[in-house]
């Protein structure tokens, strides 16, 4: 079964810092790019950052640009995202998803077609 | 443009047909994707490609598209559809960032 788990959310204080992780299973966890998706409360989908499924390329929103870095481990099959200089903005559900993509009837396709069931990062003193 | 713009809210009578759309520029180079997400879940994939559902999405949800707009159709629409539904592609700027629209809210009648 083709599962992400995340962990290591919690609650923690403005300008502190704190890393995601997200277990992959039941794929090829290296032949696949990876995304965090995070949802505020009450809010829509934000697109966080992305990586390539070799590690070598890296994308972030304009929003914690700076602030976050993703990495990954294949050997370990596991995402990271880790979060620096934490804003009370910055609370928000965290998802890992994986990432397709490509080129067909004349258009591109993106997509993410497996998520986790998120982890819970609280910014607040 | 790096925007994608969907209704806030639409609502549907049980077992009729509704729309949902999403607007953007980037949807001249991408289909969009289209996820379903209902309260205290994780988002669900339903739409992506052309027109394709995963499986175990009913054939009851299919998508469009035409110049800069996208559409998820569901014929027949089911109590348990209500939910929050967003649009989804890569930023066509070339700069590599992902885009997803506000969500529209879905309420079965």
């Known amino acids: 079964e083709v599962q992400l788990v995340e962990s290591g959310g919690g609650l923690v204080q403005p300008g502190g810092s704190l890393r995601l992780s997200c277990a992959a299973s039941g794929f090829t966890f290296s032949s696949y790019a990876m995304s965090w998706v995070r949802q505020a409360p009450g809010k829509g989908l934000e697109w966080v950052s992305a990586i390539s499924g070799s590690g070598g390329s890296t994308y972030y929103a304009d929003s914690v640009k700076g602030r976050f870095t993703i990495s990954r481990d294949n050997s370990k099959n596991t995402l990271y995202l880790q979060m620096n200089s934490l804003r009370a903005e910055d609370t928000a559900v965290y998802y890992c998803?994986?990432?397709?993509?490509?080129?067909?009837?004349?258009?591109?396709?993106?997509?993410?077609?497996?998520w986790g069931k998120g982890t819970t990062v609280t910014v607040s003193s | 443009s790096s925007e994608l713009t969907q209704d806030p809210a639409v609502s549907v009578a049980l077992g009729q047909t509704v729309r949902i759309t999403c607007q953007g520029d980037?949807?001249?180079?991408?289909?969009a994707s289209w996820y379903q997400q209902k309260p205290g879940q994780a988002p669900v994939l339903v739409i992506y490609?052309?027109?394709n559902r995963p499986s175990g999405i009913p054939d009851r949800f299919s998508g469009s598209s035409s110049g800069n707009t996208a559409s998820l159709t569901i014929t027949g629409a089911q109590a348990e559809d209500e939910a929050d539904y967003y649009c989804n592609s890569r930023d066509s700027s070339g700069n590599q960032l992902v885009v997803f629209g506000g969500g529209t809210k879905l309420t079965v009648l």
């Open positions: 998803a994986k990432d397709k993509r490509g080129y067909s009837h004349r258009r591109y396709y993106y997509y993410m077609d497996v």
């Open positions: 490609g052309k027109n």
């Open positions: 980037s949807l001249r180079s991408y289909y």
